[in-house]
């Protein structure tokens, strides 16, 4: 999803279809045409196609949400085999993964504000901080680093 992000910052794609979160010009998806350009290939429409880029950072911003509330929900109401060091590492990854998503919808909202869009940056890596942090903790049998 960060990955998408940095696309969609270099493109300025975000400066397209900010006029309502979810919808993307009233729509759930832009039109097929806006996101495949007929000029490029195919895979370079996720590379230098701004409506595509955006579009696909959305659907991955989607998915990685929905997945870690999945896994935090799983988590918190199994008893036993995880240890607290790792349930307390997964609970931080769910809450920069929810303030990261916070910050990505307020960022649209606000049509890219400047400081909103450099806290939604920024946030990505404090997500990719906690992501690192719970993989060490398991890494590490659940010794606290």
């Known amino acids: 999803t960060a990955f998408s992000?940095?696309?969609?910052?270099?493109l300025d794609a975000g400066?397209?279809?900010?006029d309502g979160f979810p919808l993307m010009g009233g729509r759930v998806f832009p039109?097929?045409?806006?996101?495949?350009?007929?000029?490029?290939?195919?895979y370079r429409n996720f590379f230098e196609n701004p409506v595509?880029?955006?579009t696909f950072h959305r659907v991955m911003a989607g998915i990685t949400s929905t997945a870690t509330i999945g896994l935090a929900v799983v988590a918190r109401r199994t008893p036993g085999?995880?240890?607290?060091?790792v349930k307390r590492a997964l609970m931080m990854v769910y809450g920069a993964v929810a303030l990261q998503?916070?910050?990505g919808m307020l960022t649209i909202i606000t049509r890219m504000h400047l400081h909103m869009a450099a806290?939604?940056?920024?946030?990505?890596v404090f997500m990719l901080a906690m992501v690192c942090r719970l993989c060490a903790i398991l890494?590490?049998?659940?010794?606290?680093?």
């Open 101 to 103: 998503a916070t910050l």
């Open 119 to 124: 806290t939604h940056q920024s946030g990505a």
């Open 81 to 85: 085999p995880l240890p607290p060091q």
């Open 15 to 18: 400066f397209l279809y900010n």
């Open 5 to 10: 992000g940095a696309f969609v910052a270099g």
């Open 139 to 145: 890494g590490s049998r659940g010794i606290v680093l």
């Open 31 to 42: 039109p097929m045409e806006e996101l495949f350009e007929k000029d490029l290939p195919l």
């Open 52 to 54: 595509m880029a955006q």
